[in-house]
C-alpha cells in the first residue's frame, strides 16, 4: 500500500490545518492507521490512532486539539490539528499497520511548521 501525505504548511499559534493521507491499494481489515510526527533531533512519536472499527487513541499532548478520522469510501486517513502550538512544529507522517499481513507502511512525511 503506498501512502500520500499532504496539508501541511504554515500557521500560527492558535490556528487550525487538516492533514490527509490518501491511500492506494486496499487496505485489509482488521488495521490500524496513525499519524506519528518527527521534529528535528528527535525521535518520531506517536500522534494518533483509528482502528478498523473506529476506536481512536491520542497521545497526551493533542488530546481534546486533534482528530483523526478516516473516508473509506475515499481511503483517505485525516489528522485534523486545532489550537495549534510551536511544539506541534514537526514532519508528520502517516501509517498503515495490517495486523493479518503484519505489514507497516509509512508515508512521505508533511512538514507542519507553527509560528509563535
Known amino acids: 500500500v503506498q501512502l500520500q501525505a499532504s496539508g501541511g504548511g504554515l500557521v500560527q499559534t492558535g490556528g487550525s490545518l487538516r492533514l490527509s493521507c490518501a491511500a492506494s491499494g486496499t487496505i485489509f481489515s482488521p488495521n490500524v492507521m496513525g499519524w506519528y510526527r518527527q521534529a528535528p533531533g528527535t525521535q518520531r512519536e506517536f500522534v494518533a490512532s483509528?482502528?478498523?472499527?473506529?476506536?481512536?487513541t491520542y497521545a497526551n499532548s493533542v488530546k481534546g486539539r486533534f482528530t483523526i478520522s478516516k473516508d473509506i469510501t475515499k481511503n483517505t486517513l485525516y489528522l485534523q490539528m486545532n489550537s495549534l502550538k510551536p511544539e506541534d512544529t514537526a514532519v508528520y507522517y502517516c501509517?498503515?499497520?495490517?495486523?493479518?499481513?503484519?505489514?507497516?507502511?509509512w508515508g512521505q512525511g508533511t512538514q507542519v511548521t507553527v509560528s509563535s
Open positions: 483509528i482502528t478498523s472499527y473506529g476506536s481512536t
Open positions: 501509517r498503515a499497520d495490517q495486523i493479518s499481513a503484519r505489514t507497516t507502511d
